[in-house]
């Protein structure tokens, strides 16, 4: 194994590769701790330490995405969020317009129009949810606790300064998101991706260090032990796949003999990915915000619509919201790959290219049973989601621990995924150049 990491720092190309890919990664790190324009730094702080490090409730998801930066209020407090939301939105809209689903079909070209569109989206979005974070920060309600400092994060009110925060956090998400271009052009490949794992990563040791200083070193030792347990389980889950066989038939094309090779079509466990768990946590998080804009002033009887909400669906400890987060991860993974795996136009080009799975037709009989084993192979892995996406929640109600649990959730999700993806891209580029590569 050392021997392969010394095999990356002597190939020029890769050691190349991997350095422009740390400097931009610090650079990404280095700019979540820079404030934005009229915020209070030492003000922001003292209400970080007041709601023990940042556990906002309402905000985790996205100040999890963010690095921390989000309720820092920095340059990069949007993080790659917006970008994440714009690929959805532009992939789901596949479905419904039928000019983008064209234009996905249509390859390179066409995939670099959706591309775009999604940068552009990835920007109005950010001035959207720009404007959202400055006007919950002025508010004083984007800390819990109600301390005094949370009212005066912003020290200018006045119109060009809140103006000036939004073009600033705005171009902060531009930035990002030209970073991990940058990345996969230049570096090793997987930009958004890494820069992703990168703000998740840098939320751990955090994490551990308050459940050890609250809950003492002996439980922080049961949790890393719970933890790397879930990690060997999650690579397991992820690394699992049902194989479909497929033979070509043979086809003479001039003199040249074309097919007559057997393959399969890999269908994984876990086709969704960390999608199901994004979506049920933002589907989660609207009546609790819609709820906190309704919450009446002081001395004022709150409404019982907002008394509901407030007990059941903001407290992540409470059966009902585990269960109604449960629920909506496997709903949300059976639409996530109704959309992304078509059985129809997969069994249309297996006909085109004279393929067929043995024992069963070419044309609908494949689609059929290409439909009747995804729906199937989907059930334990949305299964398997929900029960990864609870243990954040089952952690905050047992050890204390805040809902940004790195062993769990989304976190655990994609740190597993990110991870394997970029040691199978330095295994290759190593096997270009060597005879053996990073893993045996």
């Not at 789901?92 to 959706?114: C, D, M, N, S, W």
């Not at 069994?347 to 199937?376: C, H, Q, W």
Request: charged content about 10%; aromatic content about 12%.
């Amino acid at each position: 194994m050392f021997n392969a990491i010394g095999r990356i720092f002597r190939t020029p190309d890769l050691r190349r590769k991997l350095g422009f890919t740390l400097g931009i990664v610090a650079l990404f790190r280095l700019g979540s701790f820079i404030p934005a324009p009229f915020v209070d730094f030492g003000n922001v702080q003292a209400c970080l330490a007041a709601n023990q490090a940042g556990a906002a409730g309402l905000y985790d998801l996205v100040n999890l995405f963010s690095g921390g930066a989000l309720l820092q209020l920095s340059i990069f407090a949007l993080g790659i969020m917006p970008y994440i939301t714009a690929s959805i939105i532009v992939q789901l809209l596949r479905v419904v317009i039928p000019h983008f689903e064209t234009l996905y079909k249509e390859g390179q070209a066409g995939q670099g129009r959706l591309t775009q569109y999604t940068r552009y989206l990835t920007i109005a979005l950010g001035v959207l949810q720009s404007t959202t974070l400055i006007t919950v920060a002025r508010s004083g309600a984007l800390f819990p606790s109600g301390a005094p400092e949370c009212s005066q994060l912003i020290t200018n009110d006045a119109w060009y300064a809140i103006l000036l925060m939004v073009i600033t956090m705005t171009a902060g998400t531009g930035l990002i998101m030209w970073m991990g271009e940058l990345i996969t052009e230049r570096g090793i490949g997987n930009g958004m991706s890494l820069l992703i794992f990168t703000s998740i990563a840098a939320t751990f040791p955090g994490s551990l260090w308050a459940i050890g200083i609250a809950r003492g070193w002996d439980v922080f030792a049961i949790v890393l032990a719970i933890g790397l347990l879930v990690v060997v389980a999650v690579v397991f889950v992820e690394q699992s796949q049902r194989r479909i066989p497929v033979q070509y038939a043979k086809r003479m094309v001039g003199r040249r003999t074309y097919g007559g090779n057997n393959t399969y079509i890999p269908i994984k466990v876990n086709m969704a990915g960390v999608v199901p768990v994004i979506f049920a946590s933002s589907l989660l998080y609207l009546p609790a915000l819609i709820a906190q804009f309704n919450t009446p002033a002081a001395g004022e009887t709150p409404q019982p619509w907002v008394v509901w909400i407030t007990n059941y669906l903001t407290q992540g400890s409470h059966p009902l919201y585990m269960l109604m987060y449960f629920l909506l991860i496997v709903g949300f993974t059976y639409f996530y790959v109704a959309i992304t795996f078509n059985p129809d136009e997969v069994s249309e080009n297996m006909k085109k290219y004279g393929g067929f799975i043995p024992g069963i037709r070419a044309g609908r009989p494949t689609a059929e049973y290409l439909d009747y084993v995804l729906t199937r192979i989907t059930l334990p892995g949305s299964l398997y989601l929900g029960l990864v996406a609870l243990i954040p929640l089952i952690a905050f109600a047992l050890v204390g621990a805040d809902q940004n649990f790195p062993f769990g959730g989304a976190s655990i999700l994609i740190i597993v995924g990110v991870g394997l993806e970029t040691v199978k891209q330095i295994d290759a580029q190593l096997q270009q150049r060597h005879y053996e590569g990073l893993l045996r």
